[in-house]
Structure formats: C-alpha cells, structure tokens
C-alpha cells in the first residue's frame, strides 16, 4: 500500500513557477514508477509527465515540454514537478500517482493516487 500526499499548489500570475510536492509512504517507494496528471475545471483527467523507479527515465506531455520537469528523491520518498513559465491553461487540480516498475501515460494503469493539490494561474 502507497499512500501519496501533494503539496505546493497556490495561485501565481502567469509566467511564474511552482515546485510541487508529492510525499508517498511506505519501505517500496523506489519500486515504483510516478506520474503526474491534472484536471482542468470541465475537462478529463490528462497526462503530465511520469518518472520511471529510478529517475533514469522521464517523459511529458507536449504541452509541458521544455516548462515542466520531473524528478524524484527516493530516499526522500518524494516526486517533484517543477513547473516554470506557466500559463493559464496549465490551471488545473494536478494529482500524483504510484505504478509498479514503469510509468505510463494512462491514468487506469496507476495504482494508488493522492488527493490533489490546486494550481490556478492569473493572466
């Protein structure tokens, strides 16, 4: 079991960053591969980017490519998305998830999720 707890969401004007924060629990949490994905008022659930266990492989969305990066700190526990020059179509409830081994762009091959940390961006 994995439990995942985000953090570092807020409102900021556009062209600004955020780091957030994903904080998961338990011994085997460098087994697993991570992903992010968001939710925009409206609209599905969409892929952002995903880490494999190792951090030696990663992968984004076209949209964020070159503006979002993530990484992880295994012997923290925890996952990052930072995220520079947003726009205000990156508003959303952006979410963190835990997959065994390797990381996927579909959101029904995750296995555990945290709650969600809020983004908004001002124009």
């Known amino acids: 079991q994995v439990q995942l707890v985000e953090s570092g969401g807020g409102l900021v004007q556009a062209g600004g960053s955020l780091r957030l924060s994903c904080a998961a629990s338990?011994?085997?949490?460098?087994?697993?591969?991570m992903g992010w994905f968001r939710q925009a008022p409206g609209k599905e659930r969409e892929f952002v980017a995903a880490?494999?266990?190792?951090?030696?492989?990663?992968y984004a969305t076209d949209s964020v490519k070159g503006r979002f990066t993530i990484s992880r700190d295994n012997a923290k526990n925890t996952v990052y998305l930072q995220m520079n020059s947003l726009t205000p179509e990156d508003t959303a409830v952006y979410y963190c998830?835990?997959?065994?081994?390797?990381?996927?762009?579909?959101?029904?091959?995750?296995?555990?999720w945290g709650q969600g940390t809020q983004v908004t961006v001002s124009s």
């Open positions: 338990g011994r085997t949490f460098s087994s697993y591969a």
């Open positions: 998830a835990a997959r065994r081994y390797s990381g996927s762009y579909y959101d029904y091959e995750y296995d555990y």
């Open positions: 880490i494999s266990w190792s951090g030696g492989v990663t």
